[in-house]
């Protein structure tokens, strides 16, 4: 199964600032990824998919990138209702898998 | 809209099993296929399995076969998940997610507000 690692762990970014989270896949995944946000007591909610197309009804202030191995989500500027927890999922093959995490923090 | 509204939650014994239903509406039930994800406590998502609504085929994680069963009934548009031979490790909420129209291997578009079941003796 491919293996999704994020990095890092924990980021710590004050409100305004850029955010860019970081997962890399054991094998190639092409752009068939996908971004999610979760907060506490929540279900996770799609912000990317396939690489870089936003969900409906999230903000242009998020967007995705890379293909391959290195994929990457940016916040350009952080509110305070961005402050959760981050996974990466991949799409491209069987079973389908997810990073472990970033949690974004308030620094 | 759509939405899936899951069960509510569940107390079981280890070696019990648990049976989680997840009821779609706001759509066409049987167009869109139905995934069911794990979230231990604190921990990451674990995709377990998914069923397509029409002719209730099903594909299982390789790390829950032979004790998971997801089923349908689309006279209700619900779908189920039960897990047997259950562990203290099976403590989790479990999530049924959809998949776009069509779509089985895809991003999750919609999920259900989850179901906590805890193992305990």
Not at chain 1, 37 to 56: C, E, H, M, W
Not at chain 2, 27 to 39: E, K
């Amino acid at each position: 199964e491919i293996v999704l690692t994020q990095s890092p762990a924990t980021l710590s970014v004050s409100p305004g600032e850029r955010a860019t989270l970081s997962c890399r896949a054991s094998q190639s995944v092409g752009r068939y990824f996908a971004w999610y946000q979760q907060k506490p007591g929540q279900a996770p909610r799609v912000l990317i998919y396939d690489a870089s197309n936003r969900a409906t009804g999230i903000p242009a202030r998020f967007s995705g990138s890379g293909s391959g191995t290195d994929l990457t989500l940016t916040i350009s500027s952080l509110e305070p209702e961005d402050f959760a927890v981050y996974y990466c999922q991949q799409r491209s093959n069987w079973p389908i898998t997810f990073g472990q995490g970033t949690r974004l923090e308030i620094k | 809209q759509v939405q899936l509204v899951q069960s509510g939650a569940e107390v079981r014994k280890p070696g019990a099993s648990v049976k989680v239903s997840c009821k779609a509406s706001g759509y066409t039930f049987t167009t869109y296929y139905m995934h069911w994800v794990r979230q231990a406590p604190g921990q990451g998502l674990e995709w377990m399995g998914i069923i397509n609504p029409s002719g209730g085929t099903t594909d299982y994680a390789q790390n829950f076969r032979g004790r998971v069963t997801m089923t349908r009934d689309t006279s209700t548009s619900t779908v189920y998940m039960e897990l047997s031979g259950l562990k203290y490790e099976d403590t989790a909420i479990y999530y049924c997610a959809r998949t776009p129209e069509g779509h089985q291997l895809a991003h999750f578009d919609y999920w259900g507000q989850g179901t906590l079941v805890t193992v305990s003796s």
